[in-house]
């Protein structure tokens, strides 16, 4: 089976997005990085706290959120998103967080079963 066209062969990308593989994650490492999420919950009253990720190659995620140890975490590029997830703890019980790359900014929530809350944030690179 040959995948050149009339006009030119088909390069690398082209034959992944053909085959309907996923291209190459290069916008995955911009969700790496240094992020201060804003986890005000009223107006006029800031509340923010650091969050570090490293997303290595094999699709896992260490670093820090809300001055806890990523304990567990798992990143992906799917869907025209890169997102990660992963679990911290305060001692007491787990947190479950999740975030989006969207844009220059991350959107994420955070699941605190033991609190009995679900809370959605915003966060900018720091």
């Not at 800031?46 to 094999?58: N, Q």
């Not at 798992?74 to 025209?80: A, E, F, S, V």
């Not at 479950?96 to 944030?121: D, I, M, P, Y």
Request: contains cysteine.
């Amino acid at each position: 089976m040959s995948f050149e066209t009339e006009d030119a062969p088909m390069s690398g990308l082209a034959l992944a997005l053909f085959l309907g593989a996923a291209p190459p994650a290069a916008a995955a490492p911009a969700l790496a990085g240094d992020w201060t999420i804003d986890l005000s919950s009223e107006p006029g009253k800031p509340y923010t706290k650091p969050m570090s990720l490293t997303l290595h190659p094999d699709g896992t995620v260490t670093g820090s959120f809300y001055e806890s140890e990523i304990l567990a975490g798992r990143w992906k590029t799917d869907r025209g998103r890169t997102c990660a997830s992963f679990r911290t703890t305060d001692g007491v019980g787990p947190y479950h967080s999740s975030v989006c790359l969207t844009g220059t900014g991350v959107t994420g929530q955070t699941w605190a079963e033991q609190r009995n809350f679900l809370f959605n944030w915003n966060g900018v690179r720091r």
